[in-house]
Each structure stands twice: as C-alpha cells, then as structure tokens.
C-alpha cells in the first residue's frame, strides 16, 4: 500500500459545495452549539466545530412570511469539514486516506501509526471499506474471523450448551461474541469520526460485557466449594463492573475508562489465587491462567504502542512499516481473541467439575 495520499488541493472549494448543497437542507433539532442538517448524501454531518451559521440570502421564490421571519435572510450551515467533503464527491472504490498529521483529532490517539487513515466516511462507505486496505483492515478483520468461526462452531454443533446451565453458556458465549463485534464495529464505523466516542462506548461496554458476564465464573463456580467466600467475591465483582459502566458511559479519557478495569483485575486474580490455595491444580485454573498473561501482555503492548514505536521512519512525514499489519492493536486482538477461547474452555472446566459435584460423583477438598 503506498503512503498515505495527500488532501485534495482545493478543499475549501469541495466544502463550499457542500455548503452550497445544505443551505436549505431541513434542519432538525440542535444540541448546544451542534446543529444537525440532513444531507443530500447519505451521511449526516454533526460537528460542533466544523459547522457555523452563515447569513445567507433567501431564494427568490421564498414566501412573504419566509422574508418577514429571517428578516429578509435564512441562516444556512457553512460546512468547513473537508474530510466529509472530500468523502462527498470521491467515488466509493477510491477513497482518500490521510496521513496521522491530516487525520481528524478524534482517530490521532497512536502518534507511531503515520499512515492509512480513513475519515469522513459514510456508513455504507464504512462498511465497504471492511474489504480495503488501511490501517484499520487488521483491527477490523482479527476480530471479525473469530467470531465468524464462533458462529460456524455453534452452528456446526461443535459447541453446545451445558446440560442444566444453558442461561450460563448463553452468558459466557453470549459475551464473547458481543465484545468480538463491539471490536468490529468500532474499527469499522470509526471512520465517521464525528460518532467515534459513541462507538467507541460501543466497545468497551463489549469488553466489559465479557468481563462480567463470563469472567464471574472463575469465582462463581470456581468457588462452588467456598460459598460465603465466593458471596463476597461475586459482589465486589459485579459492584465493580458497575462502576466500569458508569465509567465507559461518562469518562472522558482512557485512563478514567481503564482504571475501574483495574479493579476487576485485581478481584479476579486475588480470586484466582484465592482458588490456587485452595484447591488442587485445576485444568480450569491452567486455562484462566492462559487467558490473564494473554490479556496483560497484549494490554501492556497496547498502552506501550510495542513494537511500532521501535521502528519509527527519520521522517515524521513518511510512512511507518507498521501502520498497517502487526502492530500493538492488532497484536492485542489476536492475544484477546485467545484469551476468549481459554475463557470458554476454563468455564467449561469448571462446568464439568460442578457436575460431578453435584451428581455426587466427586467431593469438595
């Protein structure tokens, strides 16, 4: 893929013509200092600071009341985005990708990606550029492929319920599947960048679905033998997954979304050892351990932007050798979409030694 092309010379004069487009658009109701225009294109623009109100003057076909009401005016968006612009008048199998210094401020969060970004998109342009190339491809395709085959093993009967505890299953598949397509649809849709927080809240409540509603069963039923120790612990689990909520829904920054998350980390390791005193080694334990190094290492590698911040360009203006495939992200996708997998088989462990405990067949230590 070659670098990132440049921005159209003239995007002043592409936005003049959205502009012109949308002078008499219907308008729908404003937020703050947000207006909302329908578009003649099949995306909406909402920016709150892309968007001005221009004075311009009526048609000549305007009604006596129309002149009365403005004034003799109408107030009109004045569209200054030219990546909406640009998206606008660029054809579907062509369009234009940015450099990190072009990107819109909302996509510019890993200064070592300098190329292959995608802005100003429509939701149809969204979708179809799932089979493009850009630096979002990997991010997109390293979820999507495991949650197809999740799909085709449920279908093909590879993976059935457990017997007695089919709402628990349906939890524990139910949530990987969810955070896997969160995944997706926020690296997808990401290129509407005036929803990105909205998609990006998408995603983490994703993760924190399969946090709470899968990763309780290391101590709900990992605990089965310790019922008032597995009470305390399942409450300040789900309290804490609570206050995950509140903040994926109202934090502002990564950090205030991450630390709740730290929080039901430490439960769930001090659980985890908690059960590795207890209790023999465990098959269920060996795959929870994989699941947790899994999950901190592609963390650690996320947060630290490991390995592309080592193979930076001299010049900050070219493209890096990692903007597209195996860099942090993607290598923090392909180690969740494992730990996924060690979470499942962990649950399943711990189903099957439940049953024998129930049915008698094995004893508490």
Known sequence: M??????DEGPGAAASGVAAALAYAPKRKTKGNMQRVHTLAAFEIECDCHTTKARVPLPSSASAPDLAAAGGVAAAPNVRCSYYAAGAEGRAGQKQLYSFAEAPAALRFNSHIRSGYRAGYSYSDCCRSMLSWHNETGNIWSHLLPALLLLSLLAGGQLQAWQGASVAFAANVGSIAACFLGSVLYHTFMAHHHQHDKWLKLDVCGILLVLVGGGHMVMWWGLYCHPTMRGIFVLLYYGCGAACVWAALHATT????GVPMLGLLAL????????AVLEP?????????VMEVCSLV????NV?????????PKD????????????SHQIMHLLVAVAMWQLHLGATADYHTVSALLAGTEQCP
């Open 2 to 7: 070659p670098d990132a092309q440049q921005r």
């Open 254 to 257: 990564a950090a205030g979304r």
């Open 268 to 275: 769930r390791l001090t659980a985890f050892a908690t059960r």
């Open 281 to 289: 080694p465990s098959v269920a334990l060996q795959h929870y351990a």
């Open 298 to 301: 592609g963390g650690l590698l």
């Open 304 to 312: 630290l932007r490991i390995p592309e911040r080592w193979l930076q």
């Open 316 to 327: 900050p203006g070219c493209a890096a050798p990692l903007d597209y495939l195996l860099n």
